[in-house]
């Protein structure tokens, strides 16, 4: 049976593996100077507007940290919120890498609150304490939940007024533009978005992440910062090949779709059965629900996923570009027969 883990445990769309074998023939240029990798910048500025600078890497946590990293001095920190993937899944990476402190805000529905970052910010100035340079928000948020245009906008607005910069963590970008029915640069550089951590990992690639950084806040000393990080990829085509595939056609919005959907088809097959709670709105590809304790560990051995809080006994099931409603199918009956 297939996982509900995380939709980075899907394989690679067969689109995307082909367009790493198109870019497998003869020789290329390294370290980006490919045609692949022109190529794939330029539909970056088809999206995103002109003057902007995209840069590949190989993991979301590098695309996360480089960005903040590029951007704060070792004496500045990041707001973000306490369940943000930084801050619980990345080990300690952003910390660690960049010298700043993230400073977290309490989030019950995933998002960061105006009022919950001013606090963070009545020390500005005094020498003792940290200072806030970033707000980091992610779109969607880890517990699947999905900022309005009007939000980001807000947040952004309240970033400048206090001469800071907004981040976006868009790990699964693809399954929040195809949720609210906008485009990339309408929920970021439209909404006063300064850099932007594009996913595609979980939406059908292999393996590559992009950071997006939208003017003025360009500067063509990260190729230092990417190198010193060991993530200058010298075969780059074999990312920019993916991304190629992914904006080509319309595939991104495909795989984004058919994951957002299914989790639906999920929440409501699921719902249905006795003892099982669906504990969160369903706006992406997320799943949250309560089970009875006794059945987690059985269910795993089928199909395995995580315990997202265990002392309300509540899972995350994640679904994916390529789960089926025959796979939901199979996972609720096993779950209904268990229960």
Not at 125 to 150: A, K, M, N
Not at 184 to 208: A, E, H, P, Q
Request: contains cysteine.
């Amino acid at each position: 049976m297939r996982m509900f883990a995380s939709d980075n445990a899907s394989g690679v769309h067969p689109e995307v593996f082909r367009a790493m074998l198109a870019a497998n023939r003869d020789h290329e240029v390294s370290y980006g100077d490919d045609i692949y990798t022109e190529q794939a910048l330029k539909m970056f500025r088809e999206l995103f507007g002109e003057e902007i600078m995209t840069w590949f890497v190989f993991t979301g946590t590098a695309a996360n940290t480089l960005s903040v990293q590029s951007v704060c001095k070792s004496w500045q920190a990041v707001i973000c919120a306490e369940t943000a993937h930084m801050q619980v899944d990345e080990c300690g990476a952003p910390e660690k890498f960049t010298g700043c402190k993230l400073l977290t805000v309490p989030s019950h529905d995933g998002k960061i609150h105006i009022e919950d970052i001013l606090p963070h910010l009545t020390e500005v100035g005094f020498e003792h304490h940290v200072q806030p340079r970033v707000i980091s928000i992610t779109q969607p948020t880890e517990l699947g939940t999905l900022y309005r245009l009007d939000e980001i906008e807000a947040i952004a607005r309240f970033a400048h007024e206090h001469n800071l910069l907004l981040h976006v963590d868009g790990a699964r970008i693809g399954n929040a533009a195809a949720a609210l029915g906008c485009s990339f640069r309408r929920m970021t550089r439209d909404c006063g978005v300064d850099i932007l951590s594009f996913g595609g990992t979980k939406n059908g690639m292999m393996y590559g992440e992009a950071i997006v950084f939208f003017p003025p806040h360009t500067s063509d000393d990260f190729k230092y910062i990417r190198k010193q990080s060991m993530q200058l990829a010298s075969k780059m085509r074999f990312i920019s090949s993916q991304f190629l595939a992914l904006f080509g056609t319309d595939l991104w919005k495909r795989n984004a779709d058919n994951a957002n959907r299914m989790a639906r088809y999920l929440a409501k097959k699921a719902s249905k059965i006795s003892r099982v709670e669906i504990t969160r709105p369903v706006e992406v590809n997320a799943v949250f629900a309560r089970i009875p304790r006794e059945t987690i560990e059985t269910l795993q051995e089928s199909t395995f996923f995580y315990i997202w809080d265990e002392t309300a006994s509540e899972v995350r099931w994640m679904t994916s570009w390529d789960t089926t409603e025959s796979d939901i199918d199979r996972f609720v009956e096993l779950l209904s027969d268990i229960n």
